[in-house]
C-alpha cells in the first residue's frame, strides 16, 4: 500500500491574486467593492495577514464563493506551517485510553523517575516500559493473558481496571514466602477457619493460617470503577494458589461469603487453565457452573444450607431479634454472617443490618494489604 503525499498547499492569497486576475480587476477595485483598506489586499496576497472570519464573509460576498471557502484556505496554510512534531501525544494518548495510568501512578503500581527524563518523548517511552513491565507484555498494544477465577461484573473481556487490580495482587503475592501449597493441609484447616466466624476480631488470625498451608492472601483497594470483589489464581507454574480482595463491601457476612468463595476455587484448582468469571451482582442468574459451585460452597461456609433454609421457613416473614440471635448461637456462627444469608435468600436486604459490623480495619493489620490507608 502506498504511503499518502500530501497535496501542496498554498498561501490564500496566491489564490485570490488568481481570482483578480481572472477577473480583470486591481487590488485597488478589489478594495473598493469590500469597502476594505487597498493595503489589507496586498497584505494579504503577499502573505503578510491572514484572513479572519469577517475578511472571509467579505470575499464571498464579492467573488461568489463562501466564507467556509477562504477560512479553509487560511487554516490549511496555518497549519501546513506548523513544524513536524514527534509521536508522544498521541502515544501518551493511547496509554491513558487503555489502562487506568493516573490511578497506577497514584498509588505507586507504577513509577517514574522524571529527574531522570529529558522530554515528553522520553518519558512517554519510560511510561510505555512500565506499564509492558507491570502487565507482562511486550508492547501496549498486546492482549493481557493471565489466567485466573473472579467475583466481577459480568463482561466478556476484563476491564483495564479489573486486569491493574489484579496485576497488583500478582505484583504482592510474588513477595510473600510461604509453604508449599498443599491441599490436605487447608482441608485440614477448614474447621479452624470456621471458629473464627463467631467473633470479628478473631479474623486477624486467617492470613497466618493460610500462610501456614501455602496460600497467599492479598488485600487491595480496588481502582475505582473496577467492579471487582475478588480473585483466585496461580503462580508457580500453578503450584501455589493466590486469593485476592477487595474488601469493598466492609461487612462481616460479605467478607466471608468472599473468602469462602475463593477458597472454593482453591480447594478445586479452579482458575488454572482458563478465566472463570463470576457476577457479584446477586440480581443476575450464575452464569457458570464453577462460580455457582463456589457460591453454594461459600452460603453452606456461611450457615450450612439447609438449616439455614429451614429457619427461613420457620420464620419468614416476621423474623425477630432474638430468633436471629438465638439461631445464630445454635450455628456457632456472628449474627451479622446469618444475617447475610436471610438477606440473600430473602432479598430483604434492610434486615439486622445493626449487626453486620465492619471489619476491613481488623483484617488489614494482619494482611498483607495495599491500601485503605495501610502503606507498602
Sequence with gaps: MNSRVPAEVFPPGEFLADELAARGWSQTLFAEII?????LVNDIILGKRSITPETATDFAQ????????????????????VPARDDSISRSAALHDRFPIK???????IVIDDALLIDGQHRVGALEKAVCDFFEIASINDEIEFRHAARRNYQKN?????????????????????????????????????RLMLEPEEIRHIPRILLECGVRLVIVEPIP???????????????????????????????????????THVLNGDGKTEI???????????????EENANREAANHCVPIGVMRDFIL???PMFSEKSLLGFARIVKRHPGIVAGQI???????????KHQPRIRHIITQTALTDGYGVAI
Design 225 to 263: 470503577g473496577s467492579e471487582i470483589q475478588g480473585v483466585c489464581f496461580w503462580i508457580n507454574e500453578n503450584r501455589s494458589p493466590v486469593i485476592g480482595l477487595t474488601l469493598k463491601g466492609d461487612q462481616i457476612d460479605k467478607f466471608w461469603f468472599d473468602f469462602w468463595h475463593e477458597i
Design 314 to 316: 420457620r420464620h419468614d
Design 35 to 39: 469597502k476594505r483598506p487597498q493595503k
Design 62 to 81: 464579492a467573488l461568489g464563493t463562501s466564507a467556509q471557502f477562504w477560512m479553509n484556505l487560511e487554516s490549511a496554510w496555518q497549519l501546513s506551517k
Design 343 to 353: 438477606q440473600r435468600r430473602t432479598k430483604r436486604w434492610e434486615l439486622f443490618k
Design 276 to 290: 472463570i468469571i463470576d457476577d457479584f451482582d446477586e440480581s443476575k442468574p450464575v452464569k457458570d457452573k464453577i
Design 103 to 109: 490511578e497506577m501512578m497514584k498509588r505507586g503500581w
Design 158 to 194: 476484563v476491564s483495564a481496571h479489573q486486569w491493574a487490580w489484579i496485576f497488583r495482587v500478582n505484583q504482592l503475592a510474588t513477595s510473600l514466602k510461604v509453604s508449599p501449597y498443599s491441599e490436605a493441609a487447608l482441608r485440614g484447616r477448614i474447621r479452624d477457619l470456621e
